[in-house]
């Protein structure tokens, strides 16, 4: 990795980890183009990356606002299990999805998701 890279890659972790923090979005939404676009990854090992930094970044902004009494635990543990479940699953999916097929599938889902956030009262 390159020093540019290096430097690079710090923009991109703290563009992601102040939206994560603010929205609770970062992973997807900016990681995953961004480590397409520039760092020239695929689309399945952007996605894989991202959610290994997503874990960190998320572990850090949950303890701040779990000490702040933010966290609905009642609610927040079972969506953990059942989206913890599913991944590890849908994990095995993704080996057998083309990368072109993964990359228009999220992009549609991000452009339906920004529409349904335009119009949302």
């Known amino acids: ?25 970062g992973g997807g939404l900016i990681m995953v183009p961004a480590f397409v676009f520039l760092f020239a990854l695929d689309q399945k090992s952007a ?13 850090a902004a949950t303890a701040k606002y779990s000490a ?18 599913a991944s590890w699953f849908a ?3 993704l080996k057998h999805i083309s990368n072109e097929t993964l990359t228009r599938g999220f992009a549609i889902l991000m452009i339906l998701v920004g529409i349904r956030m335009l119009l949302a009262k």
């Open 47 to 59: 996605v894989a990356t991202s959610l290994a930094v997503i874990v960190i970044v998320s572990i």
């Open 91 to 93: 994990t095995d999916w």
């Open 68 to 85: 702040a009494h933010l966290v609905k635990w009642h609610i927040a543990l079972p969506v953990i299990i059942g989206a913890a479940a």
């Open 1 to 25: 990795m390159t020093t540019a890279q290096f430097l690079l890659g710090l923009g991109v972790g703290a563009l992601t980890g102040i939206l994560a923090a603010l929205c609770g979005v």
